[in-house]
């Protein structure tokens, strides 16, 4: 139910054909507001900046399993910290990264 794409400055550009296509099939696209910007060419879901504090972002993101939900970071997800979040509350065969 959840995708973790890495998006970097480059944009859509710098996607795969899946990465883009989860970004595009999302229900819900969570994310910074320079990445949301960055792919607001492929968002149709609804678009959800991060909060202060992160914490509560998680919360909503959490609540919405089930649901086709797409989460944006800088560049590997899993160096930059949202990955590393999101692995720690959803198992691993719940979500996918790109």
């Known amino acids: 139910w959840l995708s973790i794409v890495g998006i970097g400055e480059d ?13 595009a099939d999302a229900a819900h696209v969570f994310g910074g507001t320079r990445h ?10 609804a678009a959800q900046a991060w909060p ?5 972002g998680m919360k909503a993101v959490l609540a919405l399993a ?5 989460v944006l970071a800088s560049g590997d997800p ?10 720690r509350h959803v198992a691993p065969d719940a979500f996918r990264t790109f």
Not at 66 to 70: A, N, S
Not at 78 to 87: I, K, Q, S
Request: net charge positive.
């Open 66 to 70: 089930g649901q086709k939900v797409c």
């Open 11 to 23: 944009g859509p550009s710098g996607l795969g054909e899946a990465a883009r296509a989860a970004i």
């Open 78 to 87: 899993f160096f930059f910290g949202v990955g590393a979040t999101l692995a």
């Open 52 to 56: 202060t504090p992160f914490d509560a």
């Open 36 to 45: 949301l910007a960055l792919a607001a060419p492929l968002i149709r879901g």
